[in-house]
């Protein structure tokens, strides 16, 4: 039996099984490990490629045993699946992890940093609240739809409403219960508003989502999301690339030579894809409203598609603009430091 190797950690909460292999294949390590001791038992293992199920939690393990020392790569759960023997159970998933790190095929999740994590962080509490601020938004809208009472769409309605309320246009019982509601709305919107703020001063404070937000359809919130998704865009070898990882390209089927293409895949980050889908619909909006005459491929694109298919190309298409540019940028930064080294 030789020295290990290649290690598969199945994280949990509590206990992380450890499945471990020497250069030949042998196994020479199955064990279960509580959390509290994950950190001593790898720092007392030789160096060794560490495989593990990506999952927000297990960044931070990836960042910690790579600290180690050791070489630690991050599988989507998708990936994994296929190596899997038999039942589900913990000491089989390490062993599907252990066999499906040393594919040479197999594609890797980057380890993201806790400043990505934190700005992710920021994101996912917005979106939280913007959905609870939705379902409260409902709420209001089918109560007083119930008293014969309604609005438009949008935001500027469900301010009527509020304002009905706190004029006590309705009676004192219902008046009472939706201005528990509205309380309820108004708070989610200044907090909304404050992490809004936070977004802001991370946008200004970053280079490269300072530099995304110049791309039309793109603010601080989509550039900033993109800057702690992706991190390092040179893990894709295209702009098409980013698209596919994104969800945004038509979704394949093709047999016996012949080409059949259908709507996007709408894998990967769900997200991502919509802030660039909304983007992309607020620029066609604004051209069929001033005209296409800087982007005529645009022009093209409504006339032959409908228009919920354009966005989808269109966010494309930006995906593809945004790797150039960061891909432009990155060289650029290069070719400076290799002048400021020769002078």
């Known amino acids: 039996m030789g020295e290990v190797s290649t290690i ?39 160096p060794c490629l ?33 190596y899997l023997k038999r039942g589900k159970n913990d000491a089989n998933d390490a062993a599907a992890i252990c066999e499906a790190v040393t594919r040479p095929s197999m594609r890797f999740v980057p380890i993201k940093t806790k400043e990505q ?27 007083l739809a119930e008293l014969g009472i309604v609005s438009a769409k949008g935001r500027n309605g469900t301010a009527e409403l509020l304002r009905i309320i706190a004029d006590g246009r309705v009676s ?8 528990v509601l509205a309380r309820q709305y108004g708070a989610i919107g200044t907090e909304i508003a ?6 802001m001063a991370l946008h200004r404070g970053c280079e490269a989502s300072r530099r995304l937000a110049e791309i039309p359809g793109i603010g601080p919130i989509g550039a900033t999301a993109l800057v702690a ?26 047999t016996g030579g012949k080409d059949r293409l259908g709507s996007i895949t709408k894998q990967g980050n769900r ?11 607020a620029v066609i909006r604004y051209a069929r409203k001033h005209g ?33 540019c960061w891909r432009h940028d990155a060289r650029r930064q290069i070719d400076r430091q290799h002048q400021l080294a020769r002078a």
């Open 50 to 82: 560490v495989g593990i199920e990506a999952c927000p939690s297990a960044h931070h393990w990836g960042r910690e045993i790579q600290a180690l020392g050791h070489t630690v790569r991050l599988i989507p759960p998708s990936y994994v699946k296929a």
């Open 8 to 46: 598969g950690l199945d994280i949990a909460k509590s206990v992380f099984q450890v499945h471990g292999v020497d250069v030949a294949g042998a196994v020479v390590i199955r064990k279960r490990v509580s959390r509290a001791k994950v950190l001593e038992y790898f720092g007392e293992l030789p």
């Open 292 to 324: 296409t005459q800087k982007r005529p491929w645009l022009g093209r694109l409504m006339e032959r598609r409908p228009t919920k298919v354009g966005p989808s190309w269109s966010g494309a298409r930006d995906t593809r603009s945004r790797n150039c």
């Open 194 to 199: 404050s992490i809004d703020k936070s977004i």
């Open 271 to 281: 997200y991502l894809r919509w802030l660039l889908v909304v983007g992309a619909m």
């Open 172 to 179: 004192p019982a219902v008046c009472g219960i939706l201005k």
């Open 229 to 254: 998704e992706i991190g390092d865009w040179n893990a894709f070898s295209s702009g098409r690339s980013v698209a596919a990882w994104i969800g945004l390209v038509p979704k394949q089927h093709t």
């Open 117 to 143: 994590q934190t700005a992710l962080m920021l994101h996912r509490a917005r979106q939280l609240l913007v959905r609870q601020r939705t379902m409260l938004s409902n709420a209001l809208r089918g109560h």
